[in-house]
């Protein structure tokens, strides 16, 4: 007979989760092994590294909208996922944990053991271990159920001898019941028509308006860009919101967090009136403490709201982003006046055009990493996935990737896990096969961790052969580079061999040595042909650039007392975003 594994594995499958990432172990096979035989079940991922596994698990939710699954043995195995967890934990990610617990010794003793509960208990919204096998299945539902509404990780931590219980025949009746278990759109939720009316009141009295979306705004990018065009606002995006605008409008400012866009940065600075939509990313710290800037938001829930009790709100509106946004529409009126949004026009375009500007500035024979991505960010295909890494990659990323409309991009926000790029790359190319998938990563995060999981990428390589690329683009400069600078900047400490260098590794012969392509680039000039060459492949390919450590991002290329540059003012005189640099969040 059949262990309760078999029901379970197809009420994973029944609630659409399409695959679970982990890595066996004698207490979980049996979950593994009915996995891959049983034929309504999610596919089981094999992984290198349990962290990874809760990290692909994360990207996926990012991705498809859908609960991420991962899965580990007890003891070192949970420790290891709890540490990814944390990332589906901080950017609110709807995630299931399933956890497996050690049978207690046959003689009746006690041996060492991790307390899974407590441990799982601080990074979940929902924890449960399950003792009974007839249980099973209902904590399965309610973990479900709990990521979905909480909008994060919810845990089950099962013991074997439940896994490996066996399994009374089901009913008919329930077989066909389980066919989806996804539960219903939930009601839209309206926004109070009195916080409507004052938000409008307030907006319409601002003279220079900006406009911060979060991945809350995602199923509301219509109305923002008709609530903006009403404003006559820019609009800046949270690194978790990267690609819900894309770049290429005039009135996008780039990314607003630290280290982030200059323009953004001058706006958030200069404007008078500030409405967050969505966005629970982003850092409030990045609003000057000057009183002088009204702030509203509007956020589905309470706890999504990113304003903390100390700062007043002029206005708040909390409910179905869309419908709020929708209500706030038919209360505002045409700005007469668009100065404000064409200083902002002007100021990306001059920001646009300076950074391509620097992107072909080459010092000797080292390539200048800026360069990589503004030629990649040229040579995009349509609906490409462009994930990164912390580090430097995320300073390119930020300031030099340029998305169209359709296509993807993602990151480990709050957490910044080092060497979550190829993972998170992992997760998008077996969530979307029909699209080309770009993972950035610097050489200190591959070290981390991301060189582990391109042993996973080589498991699948027949299954990837004939899909679009699967290109990792590797920066290799044997520096932690934005350590580096970081300490160039605020502390003037020169580089510190022990701290900031990087084992010299040959990543594209460890790519070959894997039986994966590997592509060296050594000089400026064969940039271009290098992006081309990989981005007309198939399959998985990994590109190494040798960069030019000493080539600064934007945020260390200036900066005043204290290593805090400050942004000029937005105004009508030709020029004056030449000199826009990175601003920090306030202490």
């Known amino acids: 007979m059949a262990s309760v594994c078999e029901p379970l594995a197809a009420r994973l499958g029944a609630w659409g989760v399409d695959r679970v990432f982990g890595i066996p172990g004698r207490d979980v096979d049996a979950l593994v092994a009915?996995?891959?035989?049983?034929?309504?079940?999610?596919?089981?991922?094999?992984?290198?590294?349990?962290?990874?596994?809760?990290l692909m698990a994360c990207a996926h939710a990012k991705f498809t909208g859908r609960v991420g699954c991962c899965l580990a043995a007890p003891g070192s195995g949970a420790l290891r996922l709890l540490s990814g967890l944390y990332d589906a934990a901080l950017d609110r990610q709807a995630v299931v944990a399933l956890v497996g617990q050690e049978a207690p010794p046959a003689d009746g003793g006690r041996r060492p053991s991790v307390r899974a509960s407590r441990l799982f208990a601080e990074v979940s919204a929902y924890c449960e271990p399950v003792c009974d096998p007839a249980?099973?299945?209902?904590?399965?539902?309610r973990a479900m159920r709990a990521a979905l509404t909480e909008r994060g990780v919810a845990t089950l931590i099962v013991p074997r001898p439940v896994l490996e219980t066996e399994s009374p025949p089901a009913p008919?009746?329930?077989?066909?019941?389980?066919?989806?278990?996804?539960?219903?759109?939930?009601?839209?939720?309206?926004?109070?028509?009195?916080?409507?009316?004052?938000?409008?009141?307030?907006?319409?009295?601002?003279?220079?308006?900006?406009?911060?979306?979060?991945?809350?705004?995602?199923?509301?990018?219509?109305?923002?860009?008709?609530?903006?065009?009403?404003?006559?606002?820019g609009i800046a995006k949270t690194p978790l919101a990267r690609d819900i605008l894309p770049d290429d409008l005039s009135y996008v400012a780039g990314v607003a967090a630290p280290l982030g866009s200059a323009v953004a940065a001058a706006m958030l600075r200069d404007c008078d009136t500030l409405l967050l939509v969505g966005a629970e990313d982003f850092d409030t710290g990045l609003v000057p403490e000057t009183g002088s800037c009204r702030i509203l938001s509007v956020d589905a829930d309470a706890d999504a709201c990113p304003v903390g009790p100390d700062t007043p709100l002029a206005a708040r509106m909390t409910g179905d982003v869309a419908t709020a946004l929708e209500t706030l529409i038919s209360l505002l009126h045409p700005k007469s006046s668009r100065g404000w949004r064409t200083d902002l026009q002007r100021a990306v375009r001059e920001w646009?055009?300076?950074?391509?500007?620097?992107?072909?500035?080459?010092?000797?024979?080292?390539?200048?990493?800026?360069?990589?991505?503004t030629e990649l960010s040229a040579r995009l295909p349509d609906r490409a996935v462009v994930v990164t890494d912390s580090g430097s990659a995320l300073d390119w990323w930020t300031r030099h990737l340029e998305l169209r409309n359709g296509m993807r991009a993602a990151l480990s926000a709050?957490?910044?896990?080092p060497g979550a790029a190829v993972p998170y790359a992992v997760a998008a190319r077996l969530a979307f096969p029909e699209r080309p998938v770009i993972a950035l990563v610097g050489d200190g995060a591959l070290q981390a961790g991301g060189m582990n999981e391109l042993i996973t990428v080589r498991r699948h390589a027949e299954r990837l052969a004939m899909l679009p690329p699967t290109i990792f683009c590797v920066f290799n400069n044997e520096d932690l580079s934005r350590l580096t600078w970081e300490r160039r900047t605020t502390a003037r400490n020169p580089r510190i061999p022990v701290t900031g260098e990087v084992p010299a590794v040959s990543y594209a012969q460890y790519a070959r040595l894997l039986g994966l392509p590997g592509v060296r680039c050594e000089r400026p000039g064969q940039v271009s042909a290098v992006w081309e060459d990989a981005l007309a492949a198939r399959g998985p390919l990994l590109v190494e650039f040798m960069v030019d450590g000493d080539t600064p991002p934007d945020w260390a290329e200036f900066h005043g007392s204290g290593g805090r540059p400050q942004p000029p003012r937005i105004g009508r005189a030709s020029g004056l975003l030449a000199g826009v640099r990175h601003m920090r969040p306030r202490a």
């Open 352 to 373: 646009r055009a300076e950074g391509r500007s620097k992107a072909h500035r080459f010092f000797g024979m080292a390539i200048n990493p800026r360069s990589v991505v």
């Open 172 to 233: 008919r009746a329930d077989k066909e019941g389980t066919t989806t278990l996804l539960p219903p759109r939930p009601p839209v939720r309206m926004p109070d028509e009195r916080d409507v009316r004052r938000a409008a009141d307030v907006l319409s009295g601002g003279r220079r308006i900006a406009v911060v979306v979060g991945q809350g705004a995602a199923e509301a990018v219509g109305q923002v860009d008709r609530v903006a065009e009403l404003l006559g606002a």
């Open 135 to 141: 249980l099973l299945g209902d904590a399965l539902d």
């Open 414 to 417: 709050h957490l910044a896990v």
């Open 34 to 54: 009915a996995m891959t035989g049983e034929r309504e079940a999610p596919e089981f991922v094999h992984v290198r590294h349990e962290e990874s596994a809760a």
